[in-house]
T-cell receptor, first 115, second 114 residues
Framework: DQQVKQNSPSLSVQEGRISILNCDYT??????FLWYKKYPAEGPTFLIS?????DKNEDGRFTVFLNKSAKHLSLHIVPSQPGDSAVYFC??????????????FGQGTILTVHP | DAGVIQSPRHEVTEMGQEVTLRCKPI?????LFWYRQTMMRGLELLIY????????DSGMPEDRFSAKMPNASFSTLKIQPSEPRDSAVYFC????????????FGNGTRLTVT
């Protein structure tokens, strides 16, 4: 039961262009969403998050959009840089109960930014 | 800030042996999580602790897996006996007590069981 899905295993983008990574979720109880970036041989590092009360959150070159009705979120990176090449994970959590604090991750998307 | 520290970075062992993975969370963080990453299943939560108490261990695959957190600065994940299908990267993560705060991950332990 994959509650958080990243349907694109990989994405290739030219330096300077926009990278758009997508994520879908099925659990309507999810109310907090995060994106993590992972380099080889390292742990995932937090990138940006969004609460379900918002539909957009921006931090420098990174913007996360949330469409609750479609249960969809996306991460935009503008402009893309070669150093952005990594695996990007979408994650979600729900308030309360036994789900408190649990992060459910998607499978990840490998982003490659070509110089 | 030293971040989440995991040891060892790599572990190679033979089937049937006991394996112990170690984690030191960030000082002051109340919650600790153990995740496993495999090609087939991605990042899956095994167990997490709040204030040293296990809250949810529903992700622990079998009785061969056990986790402890004897104090706020140390946790172990033990596999006994280990099997080849346990081969994966095991990540530990911690976070402060606030509900919607991001996890901070260690660099993982790559476990290979032959």
């Amino acid at each position: 039961d994959q509650q958080v899905k990243q349907n694109s295993p990989s994405l290739s983008v030219q330096e300077g262009r926009i990278s758009i990574l997508n994520c879908d979720y099925t659990n309507s109880m999810f109310d907090y969403f995060l994106w993590y970036k992972k380099y080889p041989a390292e742990g995932p590092t937090f990138l940006i998050s969004i609460s379900s009360i918002k539909d957009k959150n921006e931090d420098g070159r990174f913007t996360v959009f949330l469409n609750k009705s479609a249960k969809h979120l996306s991460l935009h990176i503008v402009p893309s840089q070669p150093g952005d090449s990594a695996v990007y994970f979408c994650a979600a959590s729900a308030r309360g109960g036994t789900s408190y604090g649990k992060l459910t991750f998607g499978q990840g998307t490998i982003l490659t930014v070509h110089p | 800030d030293a971040g989440v520290i995991q040891s060892p970075r790599h572990e190679v062992t033979e089937m049937g042996q006991e394996v112990t993975l170690r984690c030191k969370p960030i000082s002051g963080h109340n919650s600790l999580f153990w995740y496993r990453q495999t090609m087939m299943r991605g990042l899956e939560l095994l167990i997490y602790f709040n204030n040293n108490v296990p809250i949810d261990d529903s992700g622990m695959p079998e009785d061969r897996f056990s986790a402890k957190m004897p104090n706020a600065s140390f946790s172990t994940l033990k596999i006994q006996p280990s099997e080849p299908r346990d081969s994966a990267v095991y990540f530990c993560a911690s976070r402060p007590g606030q509900e919607n705060s991001p996890l901070h991950f260690g660099n993982g332990t790559r476990l290979t069981v032959t």
